[in-house]
């Protein structure tokens, strides 16, 4: 019997869940829980973590499931390193739904750095405006780098105070606009950006604003995930699920 687990937290994820559930496929899917109100979704939903591999490994073979789509985001990385090793001590088949990285263009002033340590190191000395595009979970790292003014832009408010001493936060959920971080960028005379390089077109529109107003970005690569199947497309993913024998209820 086919039965999906749907790792999710991403667009790509939402439009595959959309797409399993009209063509009728026993899928669950999963939400990390670390915004406060995720966007619903067309199938049956869990929300929050397994507890590690073995927790994964002890879901799989009670929930009886037979594949696995790893939607997640690309920085992700712990949650993509247990769904490898779950679904290798299983016998589930994995495959990555996973957004191509952004590659630059003409007139980007990028700066790659392998982690967040670098991005901090990789910030001028003197006081900047930075546009801290990271989500909430890693802005601690940044507190080493006091002497900028940070605007933050996350799903949920903070629940407390900031671990930055001058930081200001919007509240906003993608997809952005160009139009729309232009003007942001500009109004907050922002003079750097940090961003994760993530991918896709959801979020992209920072960097184009970027680009439009000659300003330098730091981009954090991606971190390294073990060897699994991945497949860029949705319509990858669905021949990948017909190559794996996953079928629709009643076919």
Not at 20 to 31: H, I, K, P, R, T
Not at 160 to 178: K, Q
Not at 212 to 225: C, M, Q, W
Request: charged share 15%; hydrophobic share 45%.
């Amino acid at each position: 019997m086919t039965r999906l687990l749907v790792l999710g937290g991403t667009t790509e994820a939402s439009r595959l869940a959309k797409t399993l559930a009209d063509q009728g496929f026993e899928a669950v899917f999963s939400y990390a829980g670390r915004t406060g109100a995720p966007v619903a979704q067309p199938l049956p939903t869990r929300i929050g973590g397994f507890g590690g591999v073995a927790g994964l490994v002890d879901y799989l073979t009670r929930e009886g499931v037979s594949h696995v789509i790893d939607a997640t985001h690309p920085f992700a990385a712990q949650m993509s390193a247990n769904a490898v090793a779950a679904c290798a001590q299983t016998g589930v088949a994995l495959c990555a739904f996973e957004r191509a990285p952004w590659t630059g263009q003409a007139g980007d002033r990028w700066t790659h750095v392998p982690d967040l340590a670098a991005a901090v190191a990789a910030l001028p000395q003197a006081p900047a405006r930075v546009f801290l595009a990271i989500g909430k979970q890693h802005l601690d790292a940044f507190s080493a780098a006091p002497q900028h003014h940070y605007l933050l832009r996350l799903v949920d408010p903070p629940e407390g105070p900031l671990p930055l001493p001058d930081a200001r936060a919007v509240i906003a959920r993608g997809p952005f606009t160009v139009q729309g971080d232009t003007e942001l960028l500009r109004s907050e005379t922002i003079t750097h950006v940090v961003a994760k390089n993530a991918g896709g077109a959801g979020a992209e529109a920072k960097l184009i604003a970027a680009r439009s107003l000659g300003l330098p970005v730091i981009l954090i690569d991606r971190p390294a995930v073990p060897a699994r199947d991945i497949c860029a497309t949705l319509e990858g993913v669905m021949g990948w699920l017909a190559d794996h024998g996953a079928t629709p209820r009643g076919v």
